[in-house]
T-cell receptor, first 119, second 108 residues
């Protein structure tokens, strides 16, 4: 079963509103989670690194005031798209690493992704 | 900075073998992943290379040369379901940096 749960899977919102996406690690603790965005026919682009108990680290070109990240617990990170615009419509996906395990392909888990459509 | 280069698209025939190449330049390197992604879905882990050499796993093999900044994914006995995007990804301290992906189309 899924070890990282992402919610919602699909969301449609009106332009100017805010949308929150949750990423939960279900059976492990994740001090660090990562948020990616993927536009159609493009690869995943890292937006930010979410750190439990501290501020997120944003990649160059990503507006931190627009994409608010909160990592309040060891199992939950949230991404809030504020004042959404149609160009924010995209596939957003999170990943988390089980820090209790040796880094390998099997210890980095992806959420199911969230499709955001801003109308 | 970092840069990953892989072909945008490839076409191969069912039952054949295809090799997807990836070259990279990075200031920090902790291993290279290959992921498969079908449209609209999360990436699926295929392989992880930390040391030079070939890693074989069933129909999929991955090769890494750190000195050359080069990796390839080899897919054998292609099946129609292998049509997907294949992502060359390097690990930078737990942060995954994705290449643009290679869209593989498998034809009958």
């Amino acid at each position: 079963g899924a070890v990282v749960s992402q919610h919602p899977s699909w969301v449609i919102c009106k332009s100017g509103t805010s949308v929150k996406i949750e990423c939960r690690s279900l059976d492990f603790q994740a001090t660090t989670m990562f948020w990616y965005r993927q536009f159609p026919k493009q690869s995943l682009m890292l937006m930010a690194t979410s750190n439990e108990g501290s501020k997120a680290t944003y990649e160059q070109g990503v507006e931190k005031d627009k994409f608010l990240i909160n990592h309040a617990s060891l199992t939950l990170s949230t991404l809030t798209v504020t004042s959404a615009h149609p160009e924010d419509s995209s596939f957003y996906i999170c990943s988390a690493r089980d820090v209790g395990s040796v880094l390998s392909g099997n210890t980095i888990y992806f959420g199911e992704g969230s499709w955001l459509t801003v109308v | 900075g970092q840069n990953i280069d892989q072909p945008t698209e490839m076409t191969a025939t069912e039952g054949a073998i295809v090799q997807i190449n990836c070259t990279y330049q990075t200031s920090g390197f902790n291993g290279l992943f290959w992921y498969q992604q079908h449209a609209g879905e999360a990436p699926t882990f295929l392989s992880y290379n930390v040391l030079d050499g070939l890693e074989e796993k069933g129909r999929f093999s991955s090769f890494l040369s750190r000195s050359k900044g080069y990796s390839y994914l080899l897919l054998k006995e292609l099946q129609m379901k292998d049509s997907a995007s294949y992502l060359c990804v390097f690990n930078q301290g737990g942060k995954l940096i994705f290449g643009q992906g290679t869209e593989l189309s498998v034809k009958p």
